[in-house]
């Protein structure tokens, strides 16, 4: 990089850093009314210039989160202790320790052999192809709350070594042979299986830690039970549709199993430390579903499995402090849950919800969700993370749901659920969507408009489907 880019490039940190702090410094002296504390318009001022800053992403998010965080302490809006206390939260640490659970999954290749099993028995057509490789993501899924790592880290390159193995590549024009179809079918399956486990996707706990400040319980299994029926219909469908309106020209795979086979055999035998890696994945996963019986806590649970890791030297201590994407979840995670909960606690969500629900009122409570399920969905088309945009809406539109009568347990699950379907929407909707996308097998056009057709079947599946099996369940 030369010094002019140089100089560019800090000129453009500045102007975003500039524009966002402005921005904080307008809403801080906007009038507001005497029922709101002062102390609360100035978190609000804070907050929003700091997701504004995690949006246009001057500097990383991490960096930007402690800046917020040293603003917020500097004009005595709260004090050190409460600036900190994010960093007490459980369901934190919940999602930092199961990032270095799924390196155990990368390490020590266990992920890339479950794929290939798969693939060699289901991977004689294309579509049952696609089926296994989803399948896989579903199976780790549980124990893999990075659906960027997932996604991009272990099932992307599998994918990409099987189309070029069926000469399918974007050089040379080929795309549309196979990759195609799979890489989009990838990233679909990726958004249902995030949405279907608290622990498959880095925002579905912080979704949970904001529901619990509208003191709404939400538990692994608890969101697991309710979102299995309709995540199975959409695991099913939603390839099916992909294959109909996005078909690929190959539509049978002969070779897939042997080639499958063939990785296989370069793996040899599982390794020592790939059936330690199986045996904690399943005590952790067992310990989460039997949570509410053995009154083990989620994170607890996750500490465990860490420690078995650690006592197994499945991964080692340098594999954690190398782990930045945990590291980095904790530090901006944990801010900006202080500041959502500071939110609430000065009484600011309560105002603007009860704000709200003046606004809706006449409106059956079904209507009201649904409303509020459908801006909270197309809204994230100006988003390029679905967890900043999960931060900054989630408690918001939850308190407003709840304060229009809708069912605080249905409401908060189903704005948890969304805030993973949501990435059904542009090709920078959430982590693993720039990955795919990037790979070049599918172009910008068809990306935009299949997401649009899929994105009113999850609609469909979700609220449709879904709110039967959640009614049959107990949930409202």
Known sequence: MNTSEIRKSHYNIYLKLLICILFGVFIWFIPHSKSIQPLAWHMLAIFIATILACILKPLPIGAVSIIGLTLAIITNTINVNTGLLGFSEGSIWLIVIAFFISRGFIKTGLGSRIAYH???????????????????????????????????GIIYPIIKSLSEAFGSKPEDNT????????????????IITAAMFLTSMAANPLAKTLAKTLNVNITWFGWFLAALVPGIISL?????????????EIKNTPNAPELAKKELEKMGPMKKDEKLMSIVFVIILFLW????????????????????LLIFKVITWDDVKGEKGAWDTLIWFSVLVMMANQLNKLGLIKWFSTLVKNSVHGFSWPIILLILLVCYFYIHYIFASATAHVSSMYSAFLAIAIAGGVPPLLAALSLGFFGNLLASTTHYSSGPAPILFGSGYVNQNKWWSLNFILG?????????????????????
């Open 175 to 190: 795309e549309r042979k196979i990759g195609s179809f799979l890489i989009f079918s990838e990233f679909h399956g990726d």
């Open 456 to 476: 009113i079947v999850y609609f469909i599946i979700w609220l449709g489907i879904g709110s039967i099996w959640w009614k049959v369940i107990g949930i409202y």
């Open 236 to 248: 099913v469908l939603i390839p099916l549709i992909i294959y109909k309106i996005y078909p690929p």
């Open 289 to 308: 579903i039997t949570g509410s019986l053995t009154k083990i806590d989620a994170t607890l649970t996750a500490f465990i499995g860490l420690s078995l």
């Open 118 to 152: 798969f693939i060699k028995l289901f991977g004689k057509k294309t579509l049952g192809l696609c089926y296994s490789i989803i399948f896989c993501d579903l199976v780790i899924a549980p124990a893999t709350p990075s659906n960027t790592a997932r996604a991009g």
